[in-house]
């Protein structure tokens, strides 16, 4: 989750060390804009940063054998090729499992079919029986339904920069294929459909991510697509465990590697999510 940009403190200075382990964020309070008229006494004031305590209380590990007589007759480095696998389907988990939790932490008026705080009018989809009311995106479509996820976000006031937005890859080739695909709306006179990047679209940095499950109704998958503010929400992780040790049982060694994790959304008025299908 760190390539999202999101609040991730520093783990090192953290110590985090095991499961169930308590790290303290500080949080950035709103400033006090003022009127100003010339000779008056300026009002100070004292700015105070309340402190979120962000719960290391997930995990994930990995286990595997490494026979002795396996590993000599192999002709490749496997042992360091299985522990990279098991580095990225970690990654692949923990990444899944937050991208299916956040989305209900969104803020009330950045999602459903009457979002916006001021407008109340912006369709972001909701769940049903049957996908009817998640929204269909096509090429066609799928950057002006982008543009008023962005509208949901500045009605909250939110800063136009160091916005995201999670994309699975058919949603991504909706982009690619759309009108945007052409280099002279890219903007660096190189198509998208050449250089395989999307890049910004309405000050959202694009991410593109296999790990957003769907939702089926009926026959139809439904997806919820987190979109928002670095502010929103805060991830701490840390590999605490990554060994080898002697194999008890058989000729070789065992390795085993431990990542606990935390994270918590601090700011729900800073994302929000669409709930879309592919048309």
Not at 140 to 147: E, Y
Not at 177 to 197: C, F, I, K, P, W
């Amino acid at each position: 989750m760190q390539e999202l940009g999101i609040n991730t403190p520093d783990v090192n200075k953290m110590e985090i060390t095991a499961y169930g382990d308590k790290v303290n964020i500080r949080t950035v309070p709103d400033i006090t804009i003022n009127d100003y008229e010339i000779g008056q006494d300026l009002s100070y004031q004292r700015p105070t940063s309340s402190n979120v305590e962000l719960l290391i209380n997930k995990g994930k590990y990995y286990a595997f054998h490494i026979n002795d007589v396996e590993k000599k007759q192999a002709d490749i480095e496997y042992v360091s090729r299985w522990a990279e696998d098991a580095s990225e389907q970690m990654k692949i988990s923990v990444d899944s499992g937050i991208l299916a939790d956040i989305p209900s932490d969104a803020g009330s008026d950045n999602y459903g079919e009457t979002a916006g705080k001021i407008s109340g009018n912006i369709d972001l989809g909701t769940t049903d029986s049957d996908g009817s009311s998640a929204v269909a995106l096509s090429s066609s479509t799928i950057v002006d339904k982008m543009v008023e996820c962005g509208q949901a976000l500045t009605e909250q006031d939110v800063p136009q920069t160091n916005r995201w937005f999670v994309l699975p890859a058919w949603a991504a080739t909706r982009i690619k294929t759309s009108e945007l695909s052409e280099a002279s709306y890219s903007g660096d006179g190189v198509s998208m459909l050449r250089n395989g990047r999307i890049g910004v679209i309405d000050n959202f940095e694009i991410f593109v991510s296999n790990n957003i499950s769907p939702t089926v109704e009926g026959s139809v998958s439904c997806f919820s697509l987190v979109f928002g503010h670095k502010s929103a929400l805060t991830f701490a992780s840390q590999l605490v465990e990554n060994e080898i040790i002697p194999n008890p049982n058989d000729f070789g060694q065992l390795s085993r590697g431990l990542q606990v994790y935390g994270y918590k959304v601090v700011k729900g008025e800073s994302m929000g999510h669409l709930y879309a299908k592919a048309a």
